[in-house]
């Protein structure tokens, strides 16, 4: 269904202009009628719309995406059905352009943009996999680059990224929504994990997400996938059995080898020869970019948690510190000299109570002084 401008959706939603096309269907910017807002509505085609299955990826994209509050997370706020039964869903707008585009317009990305990049969508895919969400379908049209976050212009030589189309995400704490069924290969294949390729899709987890945010990483510094053929079965033989080559000088310029090493780790065949999380791919992605040292979560958390000990500014301020407690200490025993016990080996010549006077007779306590205590002072 193609709408024209000026259509109404769900008496809230006024269509401005066609966006673009995708595979699930058409996007549209609209307005919101009661409060002006620019938004991005999502159209599912009529045609996909008569299948069961695609039908219900376009819901849990809905579900999902909803559920997962992260800033680097498309916010999907509405969806409903057009008049003749094309469901639509509502989303923040987001002025920019996706990673495809920028790849295909500038070959690759500088490293330090790469380095932000993989640092927040990690951030957000780390949201969803603690909710035992996997998005699956992670590529460069998946992650888009705004112009304007949070309404402010990003500035030069920053990015802020926002991972979109959560709709053929597997979600592993409900084996009941799932989609497809045993063997089935769901996904874009250059970016899929072994395990994705394989059609094993009870292998399929957090560690599928960093297999493919490597790949990425890998495209970003390099222009080139590392697995590419022309023909899509040829790609999963080439990602289940083979490795990929060297990201050698040549083909990404001043990138240090550390970064090599980090992402051969996550490319690794075997899902428990990655790294643990997908934050801790990301940290080593930036250690190795940057130069800087890995730190490990527990190492953060104790840093964040270890009290720290205000120094002092000089030893002059140390010496002048002491010197004042010395003073206070003083003329506390000063005040109280008559109130506070004193210890056994206290010189018996110097004291009041129970002291041997100069050329006098020991003078002892009244009954009962020893078990009275000094007056508190009010």
């Known amino acids: 269904m193609d709408l024209p401008a000026g259509t109404v959706l769900g008496d809230n939603y006024r269509i401005t202009r066609l966006i673009g096309i995708g595979g699930m269907g058409a996007i549209y910017e609209a307005s919101h009628l009661g409060a002006g807002k620019r938004v991005a509505v999502k159209l599912m085609s009529k045609e996909l719309a008569a299948h069961p299955e695609a039908l219900a990826r376009f819901r849990r994209e809905v579900k999902v995406t909803t559920e997962l509050a992260h800033p680097n997370i498309v916010d999907v706020f509405d969806f409903g059905e057009t008049p003749t039964g094309e469901p639509f869903l509502v989303m923040e707008f987001l002025d920019g352009e996706d990673l495809g585009h920028r790849l295909e317009r500038d070959g690759r990305v500088a490293l330090d943009i790469a380095v932000q990049i993989v640092k927040q969508v990690a951030s957000a895919l780390s ?3 603690a909710e035992g969400v996997v998005h699956r379908d992670l590529k460069p049209d998946n992650v888009f680059l705004l112009r304007v976050a949070n309404g402010a212009v990003v500035a030069d030589g920053a990015v802020f990224a926002k991972v979109v189309d959560f709709g053929i995400s597997k979600v592993l704490k409900a084996a009941t929504t799932q989609l497809t069924v045993a063997r089935a290969v ?3 294949p250059e970016f899929m994990a072994p395990e994705q390729a394989s059609g094993r899709i ?3 987890d957090h560690r599928t997400d960093q297999w493919a945010l490597a790949v990425l990483s890998w495209h970003m510094l390099s222009g080139r996938l590392p697995f590419w053929k022309p023909e899509v079965n040829l790609i999963l033989t080439q990602v289940i059995g083979e490795e990929p080559t060297s990201l050698h000088p040549d083909l990404a310029p001043l990138i240090p080898p550390e970064v090599d090493k980090v992402l051969r780790r996550a490319l690794s065949k ?3 020869d990655r ?3 997908i934050n801790a791919f990301a940290r080593a992605f930036e250690a190795a970019a940057t130069g800087a040292p890995v730190r490990s979560s527990s190492q953060r ?6 009290p720290q000990r205000p120094r002092a500014k000089s030893r002059g301020g140390l010496w002048l510190s002491v010197g004042v407690l ?3 200490l003083a003329g506390a025993a000063w005040v109280f000299r008559d109130e506070l016990p004193l210890p056994k080996w206290w010189p018996g010549e110097t004291t009041t109570r129970g002291a041997r006077p100069a050329g006098g007779p020991t003078v002892e306590p009244a009954p009962g002084d020893r078990a009275r205590r000094p007056a508190q002072r009010r």
């Open 270 to 272: 075997k899902r428990e």
């Open 301 to 306: 958390a104790a840093t964040l948690q270890r």
């Open 186 to 188: 769901v996904g874009t």
């Open 127 to 129: 949201v969803a996999h």
């Open 326 to 328: 010395g003073l206070i």
């Open 275 to 277: 790294f643990p999380t």
């Open 202 to 204: 009870d292998w399929i």
